[in-house]
């Protein structure tokens, strides 16, 4: 079986954010699927059946856990796969289209938040900061605060954020740089992910929430995490399209 490393939402080598990419002939079985992710301990490690026609089955587990939806393991696998194909996941179909440059466009459902009234534990896992708005998604809690430079100085208790109920916590606030609309930082401790690097599907969630505020269907997010990177947001309804760049930084062989 081969297996990949790629580098999602950037153009530069470790930068964006790592996913492990497993092709497979036929269905594996969970149990192996999610030792494989927890050896590779990236955020994601995605796993694909390409012995057959499309829609090819994908599944994406965390070190810890299997997840409904992963927006950057996506992008590793269409980048590895040429970077037009369309997936069967638990969330549906997923179809990427190839486009200059090595960017590759995703599909995904669109998930606007309703707001919620914060609770203390949430409140206390995220010091410093001016809460201005928070909401729930399917599957993330978003935290709208004062300011870009909020996102980018928090220091989150993690001990308190696991307990939140969901996957994660997605921070986010207008744009401060130019061509910047949303910036955002995403933790997932309970998942065994302190701090992605960059979250394709935390972005279904921001465009959902950012667009109407803004006033337009097309945004630019700046993921804010030490490794950074950059998601084109496309709100069309329902669903969202998510564009980036991947790049490969290993290719190998599953022996076992």
């Given amino acids: 079986m081969e297996i990949f490393v790629v580098d999602a939402f950037t153009d530069r080598p470790f930068s964006g954010n790592p996913a492990g990419v497993v092709l497979l002939d036929e269905p594996a079985d969970p149990a192996w699927m999610q030792s494989v992710a927890a050896e590779m301990r990236h ?124 996957r994660g916590v997605v921070v986010t606030a207008r744009g401060d740089a130019p061509g910047v609309d949303v910036v955002s930082r995403c933790f997932y401790p309970s998942f065994g992910v302190p701090e992605d690097p960059v979250t394709g599907s935390a972005h279904c969630t921001l465009a959902a929430w950012w667009a109407p505020r803004l006033g337009r269907a097309a945004l630019l997010g700046e993921q804010a995490s030490p490794r950074g990177g950059r998601v084109l947001m496309t709100l069309r309804d329902d669903r969202v399209g998510l564009a980036g760049q991947g790049v490969t930084v290993l290719r190998g062989q599953l022996t076992v």
Avoid at 63 to 77: D, K, N, Q, Y
Avoid at 82 to 96: A, E, I, N, Q
Avoid at 100 to 122: H, K, N, Q, R
């Fill in 43 to 166: 955020a994601e490690t995605a796993f694909v059946e390409v012995g057959g026609a499309e829609p090819l089955p994908l599944r994406w587990f965390t070190p810890t856990a299997e997840v409904e939806l992963c927006g950057h393991a996506t992008l590793a696998a269409a980048h590895v796969l040429g970077g037009s194909v369309v997936f069967s996941t638990r969330s549906g179909f997923l179809t990427c289209k190839a486009g200059p440059d090595g960017w590759v466009e995703m599909d995904f459902p669109a998930d606007p938040p309703s707001p919620v009234d914060p609770t203390p534990l949430l409140l206390a896992s995220l010091p410093g900061v001016t809460v201005e708005a928070v909401a729930r998604g399917v599957s993330d809690v978003l935290v709208e605060v004062a300011s870009a430079a909020e996102v980018r100085s928090l220091r989150p208790d993690l001990v308190l954020l696991a307990d939140v109920p969901g």
